[in-house]
């Protein structure tokens, strides 16, 4: 999907903040020095907010039906409800996209290795609750995978959370040939953009609807604040795993203008600039990994484990004098400037 950058059309007046943003050309990040300053020296709170639940999810809910046959766009395969909620068998809507899945990620391996494609979809793009593999390389896939198992690379968010408590079990019970199998499969998939990028002050009601945000029924709206809210565009075919689905996310007026001066200048002079290691285009150097065209939801919740230290790698202690000088806004920015880069 092309990504784009919208303006409601009924926004108010731009804030102190997005004037400064889109003066972006010549400017510098001072006038934002003092606020960050400030909100680094107080205790940080990961927000709630960036960690959507299944409301749903405690309640008793009746076994999926088993016998009425699914469909999706542009897709000739048919998956009952039943099929769509097994762990072991990631449901593949769009073969043809590419190469066959090794069995661990087509299927895992039971009881605790459940198949890498049900959640980061057999293409490799993942969703907005989980990691986009496709294109990363290969060796970063592996070291990942032993840090989930160490333990060196956790969630900020410290109550419970499916997708990344998934990740962590699968982790634990993977053998080293199986990482290595989806590490090779996954590099050699393409990312595919599939988020726009709205710029506004109000945004259509949402509520949270299985670890993502949907749509509320009606014409009611909300003010955004501080958020980067990303929703599916067709949340039924998010619930039937369809990796042809696009995705929304609205953040902040000026947020894509402030990432870019922080991307490429960095909060404390180039040294800091996102740019410096993970290349001009953003899209990774060697094993440092590709950020563009990545669900802003997704580098948001890595940016705040780097700022709290959930994500504590030694390849990773770069990231540290870089994000402890971030406020949140400042990681929503760099979170939608990186969603509007062509991967």
């Given at each position: 999907?092309?990504?784009?950058?919208?303006?409601?059309?009924?926004?108010?007046?731009?804030?102190?903040?997005?004037?400064?943003?889109?003066?972006?050309?010549?400017?510098?990040?001072?006038?934002?020095?003092?606020?960050?300053?400030?909100?680094?020296?107080?205790?940080?709170?990961?927000?709630?907010?960036?960690?959507?639940?299944?409301?749903?999810?405690?309640?008793?809910?009746?076994?999926?039906?088993?016998?009425?046959?699914?469909?999706?766009?542009?897709?000739?395969?048919?998956?009952?409800?039943?099929?769509?909620?097994?762990?072991?068998?990631?449901?593949?809507?769009?073969?043809?996209?590419?190469?066959?899945?090794?069995?661990?990620?087509?299927?895992?391996?039971?009881?605790?290795?459940?198949?890498?494609?049900?959640?980061?979809?057999?293409?490799?793009?993942?969703?907005?609750?989980?990691?986009?593999?496709?294109?990363?390389?290969?060796?970063?896939?592996?070291?990942?995978?032993?840090?989930?198992?160490?333990?060196?690379?956790?969630?900020?968010?410290?109550?419970?959370?499916?997708?990344?408590?998934?990740?962590?079990?699968?982790?634990a019970a993977v053998t080293d040939e199986e990482v290595a199998a989806a590490?090779?499969?996954?590099?050699?998939?393409?990312?595919?953009?599939?988020?726009?990028?709205?710029?506004?002050?109000?945004?259509?009601?949402?509520?949270?609807?299985?670890?993502?945000?949907?749509?509320?029924?009606?014409?009611?709206?909300?003010?955004?604040?501080?958020?980067?809210?990303?929703?599916?565009?067709?949340?039924?075919?998010?619930?039937?795993?369809?990796?042809?689905?696009?995705?929304?996310?609205?953040?902040?007026?000026?947020?894509?203008?402030?990432?870019?001066?922080?991307?490429?200048?960095?909060?404390?002079?180039?040294?800091?600039?996102?740019?410096?290691?993970?290349?001009?285009?953003?899209?990774?150097?060697?094993?440092?990994?590709?950020?563009?065209?990545?669900?802003?939801?997704?580098?948001?919740?890595?940016?705040?484990?780097?700022?709290?230290?959930?994500?504590?790698?030694?390849?990773?202690?770069?990231?540290?004098?870089?994000?402890?000088?971030?406020?949140?806004?400042?990681?929503?920015?760099?979170?939608?400037?990186?969603?509007?880069?062509?991967?």
């Amino acid at each position: 999907m092309r990504a784009t950058i919208a303006l409601c059309a009924a926004l108010v007046p731009a804030t102190a903040l997005a004037a400064a943003a889109g003066a972006a050309a010549g400017g510098t990040v001072a006038p934002d020095a003092a606020r960050r300053t400030a909100d680094a020296a107080r205790e940080f709170i990961v927000p709630a907010w960036a960690y959507p639940t299944d409301p749903a999810g405690a309640a008793p809910r009746p076994a999926p039906d088993a016998t009425t046959p699914l469909h999706v766009p542009s897709s000739s395969a048919a998956f009952t409800r039943a099929q769509l909620v097994d762990l072991f068998a990631a449901p593949d809507w769009h073969p043809d996209g590419h190469a066959p899945m090794p069995d661990v990620v087509a299927h895992g391996r039971k009881p605790a290795v459940y198949a890498c494609g049900f959640c980061h979809l057999p293409d490799g793009n993942g969703r907005p609750e989980n990691a986009p593999l496709a294109g990363l390389p290969a060796a970063y896939v592996v070291a990942q995978m032993t840090a989930f198992r160490s333990g060196a690379r956790q969630s900020a968010w410290k109550l419970p959370h499916l997708p990344g408590d998934l990740m962590r079990k699968a982790a634990a019970a993977v053998t080293d040939e199986e990482v290595a199998a989806a590490a090779a499969y996954f590099s050699s998939l393409r990312l595919t953009r599939r988020v726009e990028i709205v710029e506004a002050r109000r945004v259509p009601r949402t509520h949270m609807a299985g670890w993502l945000y949907a749509m509320s029924a009606g014409t009611a709206t909300e003010p955004l604040g501080e958020r980067i809210i990303e929703v599916a565009l067709d949340h039924e075919r998010h619930e039937l795993r369809d990796s042809a689905v696009g995705y929304r996310a609205y953040v902040p007026r000026g947020s894509v203008a402030r990432g870019k001066l922080l991307a490429v200048r960095g909060v404390d002079g180039p040294a800091t600039a996102c740019v410096a290691c993970h290349g001009a285009d953003l899209r990774g150097v060697g094993l440092v990994p590709p950020l563009a065209g990545r669900s802003p939801s997704y580098v948001l919740r890595q940016l705040l484990a780097f700022r709290t230290g959930a994500r504590s790698t030694a390849a990773g202690e770069p990231m540290q004098p870089v994000v402890q000088r971030l406020a949140i806004g400042d990681m929503i920015a760099l979170a939608a400037y990186v969603a509007v880069q062509p991967p």
